[in-house]
């Protein structure tokens, strides 16, 4: 059955398409599923499921090679470890073209909370996640992808110029 769906987003309303579906969980799978959307907070089951359903279908996207993505790349570590925040600004600057921008905080006791926004292809996307994390001093490390895209906000030319296109 399907059927359709207002829902706003600001002053603007798109019409979205829903399909109901039914799912078979065991009692167990269920009852750990309505602790999760209470304590989460999500409207309803389907809300949840559907949450949970595009994050797979995301990370399996990110598995299958080089769709071009969006997301972070955290790392926490140790400033104090010899050359290592050089060593990650130098892994920044070496795929600037993936890396967008990043943000880092002063913890306490010598440790620094570091967030990398980058877009590109996921297979390289991972692979400078796991350059940054595997350096000696980072703690832990994570690479987040979500399957959508940041705007160009200037169309530039390969030699740096300012493309001219038409206006509309």
Same mark, same amino acid.
């Given at each position: 059955?399907?059927?359709?769906?207002?829902s706003?987003a600001?002053?603007?309303?798109?019409?979205?398409?829903v399909?109901?579906v039914?799912?078979?969980?065991?009692?167990?799978?269920?009852s750990?599923?309505d602790?999760?959307?209470?304590?989460r907070g999500?409207?309803?089951?389907?809300?949840a499921?559907?949450? !949970?359903?595009?994050?797979?279908?995301v990370?399996?996207?990110?598995?299958?090679?080089?769709r071009?993505?969006?997301?972070?790349?955290t790392?926490?570590?140790d400033?104090?470890a010899n050359?290592l925040g050089?060593?990650?600004?130098?892994?920044?600057?070496?795929h !600037?073209d993936e890396? !967008?921008?990043?943000?880092h905080i002063?913890?306490?006791?010598?440790?620094t909370?570091?967030?990398?926004?980058?877009?590109?292809?996921?297979?390289?996307?991972? =692979?400078i996640?796991? =350059?940054?994390?595997?350096?000696r001093?980072?703690?832990?490390?994570?690479?987040?992808l979500v =399957?959508?895209l !940041?705007?160009?906000l200037?169309?530039?030319?390969?030699d740096?110029?300012?493309?001219?296109k038409?206006?509309?």
């Amino acid at each position: 059955m399907t059927r359709n769906i207002k829902s706003a987003a600001g002053e603007r309303q798109k019409r979205e398409t829903v399909s109901r579906v039914s799912l078979s969980l065991s009692e167990q799978l269920l009852s750990e599923l309505d602790v999760m959307v209470g304590e989460r907070g999500f409207a309803s089951r389907s809300q949840a499921v559907a949450t !949970i359903l595009h994050r797979s279908l995301v990370e399996h996207q990110h598995k299958v090679g080089d769709r071009v993505m969006v997301g972070t790349i955290t790392i926490f570590y140790d400033h104090t470890a010899n050359g290592l925040g050089e060593r990650l600004a130098n892994l920044q600057r070496k795929h !600037i073209d993936e890396v !967008i921008s990043s943000l880092h905080i002063h913890l306490m006791h010598h440790l620094t909370l570091e967030v990398v926004l980058v877009q590109g292809p996921a297979n390289k996307l991972e =692979a400078i996640a796991n =350059a940054m994390i595997t350096e000696r001093g980072v703690i832990s490390g994570r690479l987040e992808l979500v =399957a959508a895209l !940041i705007p160009q906000l200037h169309p530039f030319t390969k030699d740096g110029k300012r493309s001219r296109k038409p206006k509309p």
